[in-house]
Nanobody
Framework: QVQLVESGGGLVQPGGSLRLSCAAS????????MGWHRQAPGKERELVAF???????NYGNSVKGRFTISRDNAKNTVYLQMNSLKPDDTAVYYC???????????WGQGTQVTVSS
């Protein structure tokens, strides 16, 4: 099993920026995917972005051009740089990790991001 610790959430004004971090530890294999989903009140959880251990990023349509995902494989850490934040970005952001060949993902506890003036 993999343990995930997220940090970096908080309150920011519209148009502002935040950077989320998620550090993984435990039973990690070299080939894996890490990423972020989010869930706003009353809405379904949606993909934000994910990145493979090879460095290939993918983004949900609602964040393309504003968010950037990156990772440091040596630290087993994934980052989400969020720019031009909108009130619609308000949600709990969940980090996940999935080892290659594993049918399930491990999830973090979530970090709140609130975009409000």
């Amino acid at each position: 099993q993999v343990q995930l610790v997220e940090s970096g959430g908080g309150l920011v004004q519209p148009g502002g920026s935040l950077r989320l971090s998620c550090a993984a530890s435990g039973s990690i294999v070299s080939i894996n995917t890490m990423g972020w989903h989010r869930q706003a009140p009353g809405k379904e959880r949606e993909l934000v972005a994910f990145i493979t251990s090879g460095g290939s990023p993918n983004y949900g349509n609602s964040v393309k051009g504003r968010f950037t995902i990156s990772r440091d494989n040596a630290k087993n850490t994934v980052y989400l740089q969020m720019n031009s934040l909108k009130p619609d970005d308000t949600a709990v952001y969940y980090c996940y990790h999935q080892n290659w060949g594993q049918a399930y993902a491990d999830w973090g506890q979530g970090t709140q991001v609130t975009v409000s003036s």
